[in-house]
Each structure stands twice: as structure tokens, then as C-alpha cells.
């Protein structure tokens, strides 16, 4: 397969416009969080409408995020991405101009799909355009502190619209952004060829359909319960169809998720550990939130500001990681990265109803940045390493599904072991609430850390081992020749 060039060709505008593109993605995932309240008032939403408000979003970008990927390795990356982003910048614009609850959640639903092709194709396009090595490493790396960056950013921003402005500011600042990309893709991003082949239409729909069903399950917990009979038969469902998605990619020729890459120790780690990670933080980022609103009485702004001291440390932290790993493995950041995120939140899940912003929260969301920052870039690069090119974009779309269906998953159980706290006073019972629930995501953080430290962190320093024999038996042959 051959590229097509491109007409200019400029490392920093091609991460910038696939980080800038991503980083939009991101933010609509948690920008909505800190603007809920002002959103629900202006539309008149009932508590179950306005949880499908994220909702319809998390479903349309969890259950495409496979055929997103795939659709980039047959048509084209570039040609996906953009159109990926007109997608997701047009329903902005909608949600934006949202006169009631139902144009909103329809809107979100767009923005899923948008979202959806987009994902997989930027972290394809940027392996793409780099060669392996020092760029590529670094690109990955900040590709990897953008999605440690963008969901807690996202709150600040959000409740700084929201108190601001409007909480439509949001998605309308989407609109000249995805404009802008739409119109620079094009001219720094190279296309990529396509794959040769049929395409999988048994395995994009049984999939999808899975997926899908496994996360309106999910989310169906957040109101009705895990007894739910629409919770169980979703779910079920959902899960025979996942089942018979991975029997049919045995057999298919052009498979949407190729079970060979899930051969890697490494990359399957990074899949599970992404899954397991990710739903642990959603539950940090929706209950603090609550907490920092209605427990110490921080308006939406001051709710977005709070997170500032997680997302400083994540920002620096991130930036002289690829310095750091030229030290030290990606496997051990990784796990230093696992183990902070779980000490900070197991020190949060801690508090009390007396609590203190700066000593209670501020301190432990220190923890949780500096892990965020060690954590995401080898996450991501672990996810795509050693992916044949022609798989770059299921890869991708693995490490995104990963990530989105982790963060449903996640503040699904967030959610059951909050309602497991006995009613009472508003402010004792919410704190009881947000202890609950991050002591529950302080649990699947410590999965996260079994599954680096089993899976990724034996096979990466097993490769390292290699490497460095493999280089030390070429100087002694260049030697010998001499």
C-alpha cells in the first residue's frame, strides 16, 4: 500500500491537528459534567433525560468505535478523519442550538458517531505519520497525555462556560475548531492506502450491536439496578453477541478486530488494564464533582478550578515522560503511574464530612495527576506496539473501545455502590456516597495494577532483554568484521 504525499510536510502541525481533533473528542466527554445543572434548568430535563444527555453519547461512541477503526483501514484515514470531524462538529453545532431535551440527546447521539470515527483514526494516523522511534515515541506520548489531560480539563472549562457564559458555550466552541481541522487534515495529513479485501459486515454488526447492548445495559444500572430485567437482558445479550463477534473474526478474512492482536502479552495488558483504569477515574471525575458542588459548595466554576491541581501535575508529569522513559522501562512508569492513581484515590475515597478542599481533595488529586501523567502514554503506546500496519486502525479502535466501555462499566459500578449507602442528612449521605464509590474505583485501580504487573511488565522487560542482546551481538559481529 502507498501513501499519498502530502503537500506540506510538518511534524508539528500533523500532532497538533490529530492531538487538537482529539482533544475535542475528549472534552465533550466530561465538559458536559460540571454544566449538568444549569443544562437540566434551561431544558427542562428530568433526571432520566438528563442522564441521556452523556449517555446517548457514551452508547454511539462505545458501540461504533470498531467500525470506525476498520472503515480507516479500508477507505482511507484521512478521508475518515475528516469526515469523522465534519460529524462531530455539525452535532455540536445542533446541541449548541438545542431548543429542548430530546433535539440535545440526538444531538449527543451524532456526536457519538462523529466521535466514534474519529477516535480510532487520529491514533492510527499519527503512528502513520511518524516511523518507530524518538518522534513516534513522543507523539504517542503526547497523544497519551491528551486523554489524561482532557477529561479533567474538560471540567474546568465546562464550569467556566457554563458559569460564564452558558453551558451551550461548550459545544459551540467545537464548531470553529473542527472547522479549522477539516480544512488543515487535508494538507498536512498524509492518506493512508487502503486495505485490500472485503468488508466485514457480519462482524461490524454483531460488534456494534454487542457493544451497544452491553452499554445500554450499563448505563440502564445508573436508574433501574443490576436486577433490572432490561439491565440482564441487555447485558446478556450484548455479551452473546460479543461471543459470537470474536467465533465469526476466527473465520473471517477481512476480520474488524483481528484476533492476532491479542497474541501480545503486552498489547492485551494495555487493553484490560486501559478497561479497568478508565473505570476507576469516570467515577472519581462524577462523584467529586457532586462533592465539590454540594458538599463544599463550590459553584460550577469554582467545581471546574478544583481540578486544576490534578491537572497541572498531569501536564508537567506527561511532558518529561519521554525523557523519563529513556531511564527507566514504559512498563515501570506504567506501574509507578497505576500505583499513585490508586494511593490518591484511596486517600480521597477517605473523606470525611468534615472535609477541606486543599488537604482532602487538592492533595490526593496530586497523586492521582502525577499517576495520569506516568500512566496514559505507555497505556496507549503498549495498546498499538508492534501492530502490523495494515491493523493500525482495529489497534487504535481497541484501545479506544477500551477506554470508552471501561468508563461506562465503570461509573455503572460507581453508581450501584453509591446506592448501596443507607439514606440520611444530604451532606453526610453524599459523602458517604462519593466514599463508596471511589472505594469501589480504588478496587478496579488495583485490577489495573494486577494486570500491568502480570501481563505487561514480564513481556516488556523480556523485549527489553532481547534488544539489548540483539545490540550487543551486532557491535561484537561489527567488531569481528573489522
Known sequence: MESTPTTTVNPTAIVAIILASYFMILLDTSVIFTALPSLQADLQLSTGELSW??????????????????????????????????????????????????????????????AAIVAPASLSLLTASFPEGRERTRAVAL???????????????????????????????????????????????????????????FGALSATLGVGAVVFGIINTAEAGWQSPVTLTTVSAGVVLLIVFVLSERRASQPIMPLSLFRSRRRTGAYVARFLYLGAMIGFFFFTTQFMQEALGFDPLQAGLGFLPMTAVNFTVAICLPGLIKQLPSSVALLAGILLTLAGMFWLSRVGIEAEYWTDVALPMVLIGAGQGLAFAPLTSFGIVDAPVSDAGAASGLVNTFHQVGTCLGLGIAVAAAATVPSGPVKEHLTAEVSAALTAGSILMLLALTVAAGLILPADLTERRIRTLSAARSVALAKSAR
Do not use: C, K
Not at 58 to 67: D, F, M
Open 53 to 114: 444527555v452523556q449517555d446517548a453519547y457514551t452508547l454511539t461512541l462505545g458501540g461504533l468505535l470498531l467500525l470506525g477503526a476498520r472503515a480507516g483501514d479500508l477507505l482511507g484515514r484521512r478521508r475518515v478523519f475528516v469526515f469523522g470531524l465534519v460529524v462531530f462538529s455539525i452535532a455540536s453545532l445542533l446541541i449548541g442550538l438545542a431548543p429542548t431535551g430530546w433535539w440535545a440527546i440526538a444531538g449527543r447521539a451524532i456526536q457519538g458517531i462523529g
Open 143 to 201: 497523544y497519551g497525555a491528551t486523554a489524561g489531560i482532557g477529561a479533567s480539563l474538560g471540567l474546568v472549562i465546562g464550569g467556566a462556560l457554563a458559569h460564564w457564559v452558558s453551558w451551550r458555550a461548550g459545544f459551540f466552541v467545537n464548531v470553529p475548531i473542527g472547522a479549522a481541522m477539516v480544512v488543515l487534515a487535508p494538507r498536512f495529513l498524509s492518506e493512508t492506502g487502503r486495505a485490500s479485501g472485503r468488508f466485514d459486515v
